[in-house]
């Protein structure tokens, strides 16, 4: 076995190689629960005390992996860096591992990722000769995990791409818990066609947990189900405080905002050092970058079909343009960075060509802006700002286990606009925290609502300060510790 260090995520990351794959480990220093205490109360930092109490000692000096397939970029990377931190806060030894995958592999999990949200994704098959692709892909994984994995450890298999590792972690003894964070809530042909595929490795896991009850396959037994819901670090790069000045700064420095920077722009990582942002953002524009005293309309999501950027932009120009000056800017990451996600690249040039198209004063207004992903922290602190700066949040995602965004924005007090679809419905209740709309496809309702932000500071305000303070109480850390920890108290016991 050999581990060597590389740099190239910005925060050290060992490359394990056994056998014919590596496998990457992200190293995320710790991170003390204690530390939530300003936010969410001693009382709510006792229950976290107690919990992390009885993981140590159920588990006794077993270690937790993480296993994934992308160290940065999407909700399951950015919700690991938060998982890893405050469990090695607690005292646990949790580690992160990331398989890797040629496109070959990723087109084939692209593809059981867009059918367990029902759709047809690329159309392709999803057959013995995709199962020998799929299988011979993660069989190089296994040596280089053996090595590391010891009989009694606990590993999570997070999504579909790792998830035929299953079989042979727990015939190695591992305690496994399959982490699936997509699906639907009404199963459809193509969600069964991705069930056919994954059954056979789900059912050699311990438990499977979900984002919804309603996520889980109908076979799989219920007392095999558990339910946690994601959540947010109000303290990492992404979501903690920045004054306006400094968000102002951040942006005009990385181009997405006009402006002249005067000051080298810093930021604080969250293992105490600091950086200096040096990228800029490529953002697609006709004439400057939009004015930072008027209204910005934001979506920050992968490049992925699901969040229907597109229809965002068209929503936008045919029912919201025009409104107070509103700008739209549609931000993603540099689509090279991504590496699990094949798609990013077609998604990005379908907007650039439907951009393309639209009349000369609608094209001024709508942005497109890829960020730098060199330096994960370096793109926090830039979706951090945008997020703050934007008058309205959207998520106009077609699906969507559990919308990120939606708590980040949230948790900044923005407004926000989103589909009522997956995860997002619990997320938000309309009215009061967000405004939802019922048919993600219905752009007249989703102009409208971002319309009447955008008309009323009032109501912005009211449901910027409701949905803080549900972040608060239902989407920080100590809330998904606390579930996790009971779930690997009860898996040990059980196994
Ligand atoms: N994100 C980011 N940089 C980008 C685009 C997205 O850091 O350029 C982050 C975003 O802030 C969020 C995550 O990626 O934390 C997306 O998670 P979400 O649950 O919204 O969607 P997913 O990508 O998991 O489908």
Redesign the pocket.
């Known amino acids: 076995m050999h581990r060597g260090r590389t740099g190239g995520f910005g925060r050290a990351l060992l490359v394990v190689v056994t056998g014919r794959r590596a496998l990457d480990e992200v190293v995320v220093d710790a991170l003390a629960p204690q530390v939530l205490a300003p936010v969410i109360g001693e009382e709510r930092v006792a229950v976290i005390e107690t919990a992390a109490h009885a993981a140590r000692a159920a588990l006794h000096g077993r270690r937790i992996f993480n296993v994934n397939s992308t160290a940065s970029?999407?909700?399951?990377?950015?919700m690991l860096q938060t998982l890893v931190a405050y469990g090695r806060g607690a005292g646990l030894d949790v580690r992160w591992l990331v398989i890797q995958g040629d496109p070959a592999f990723f087109a084939i999990t692209k593809r059981i990722h867009n059918r367990l949200y029902g759709t047809a994704g690329d159309g392709g098959p999803l057959d013995s000769e995709e199962r020998v692709v799929y299988e011979r892909t993660l069989r190089e994984h296994e040596d280089a995990l053996r090595a590391l994995v010891k009989p009694g450890d606990v590993v999570l298999v997070h999504d579909p791409q790792p998830a035929g590792l299953i079989p042979a972690l727990s015939a190695a003894g591992a305690v496994v818990i399959w982490r699936c964070?997509?699906g639907i809530d009404v199963h459809n042909e193509w969600s069964e066609g991705a069930w056919r595929f994954l059954r056979a490795y789900v059912d050699a896991a311990h438990a499977c947990v979900f984002t919804r009850r309603m996520f889980a396959p109908s076979w799989m037994a219920d007392e095999r189900v558990h339910v946690i819901a994601?959540s947010?670090d109000p303290f990492s790069t992404?979501n903690r405080e920045l004054s306006p000045d400094e968000v102002h700064t951040i942006l005009s420095h990385a181009g997405i905002i006009a402006g002249t920077p005067t000051t080298t722009v810093t930021f604080s990582r969250r293992d105490g050092s600091t950086g200096t942002i040096t990228r800029h953002a490529d953002v697609l524009q006709t004439g400057p970058p939009p004015p930072p005293e008027l209204p910005l309309v934001v979506q920050?999501?992968?490049w992925?079909h699901?969040?229907d950027m597109v229809g965002v932009m068209e929503g936008f120009v045919r029912h919201v343009d025009g409104t107070a000056g509103a700008h739209l800017m549609l931000?993603?990451?540099s689509v090279t960075g991504v590496t699990d996600d094949p798609e990013g690249a077609a998604v990005l040039d379908e907007c650039i060509q439907r951009r393309h198209l639209l009349p000369h004063e609608a094209r001024a207004r709508v942005h497109l802006a890829?960020?730098p992903?060199h330096d994960?922290d370096e793109?926090?602190t830039i979706?951090n700002a945008l997020?703050r700066h934007a008058t309205v949040v959207v998520?106009k995602s077609l699906a969507?286990?559990?919308?990120?965004?939606?708590v980040?924005a949230m948790w900044k007090a923005r407004p926000v606009v989103a589909s009522r679809v997956g995860g997002i419905a619990d997320q938000i209740a309309d009215g009061e925290h967000g405004l939802l709309i019922d048919d993600p496809l219905d752009l007249a309702a989703f102009g409208g609502a971002v319309r009447s932000i955008l008309e009323s500071p009032t109501l912005a305000a009211r449901l910027g300060a409701a949905a803080r303070e549900r972040a608060r109480n239902e989407f920080l850390g100590d809330r998904h510790l606390e579930k996790w920890g009971e779930l690997f108290v009860r898996c040990v016991a059980d196994a």
């Open positions: 970029g999407g909700g399951v990377a950015e964070h997509v994601p947010i992404k920050v999501s992968r992925d699901m969040k931000v993603g990451p890829c960020l992903m994960p793109n926090a979706v997020q998520q969507e286990g559990f919308g990120l965004t939606v980040e």
